[in-house]
């Protein structure tokens, strides 16, 4: 499950990261998430909860940005959001250009899914 790895590798780095700093408590965690990842924020906040659990990261309140995308295409020339059909696979979308509907895309933007910033207390 593609969620699930993804929250849990925010969760250990976060958890890497506070034990660098010493950290007693983490009160607050920002993350970035491109659209295209398909990441809800109800499931994100679940998979958070359930995968710090036990950890110091049971009462951190997890802040979700969402990137919104930017593809290119390189046969029409389309710069711009992406167009994504999640009927085939809700895990897997299609992602096309809107303008040609050609399924070989440049990613842009939209894909990422990157720590912005951990609030700790020490
Ligand atoms: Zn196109």
Redesign the pocket.
């Known amino acids: 499950m593609h969620e699930y790895s993804l929250i849990k590798e925010i969760v250990d780095t976060v958890l890497e990261k506070a034990k660098e700093y010493n950290a007693k408590n983490v009160i607050k965690v920002e993350i970035d998430v491109g659209e295209l990842k398909f990441l809800t924020d109800e499931q994100a906040q679940y998979l958070f909860r359930e995968l710090s659990k036990g950890t110091i990261l049971e009462n951190t309140k997890l802040e979700i940005n969402y990137v919104s995308s930017e593809i290119y ?1 390189r ?2 020339g ?1 710069k711009g959001k992406a167009e994504h059909l999640e009927e085939v696979d809700p895990h897997f979308p299609i992602i096309k ?1 809107p ?2 509907g ?1 399924e070989f ?1 440049e990613i842009i933007r939209g894909n990422e899914c990157i720590i912005k910033s951990i609030q700790v207390e020490k």
């Open positions: 295409c046969k029409c389309y250009c303008k040609c050609n895309v």
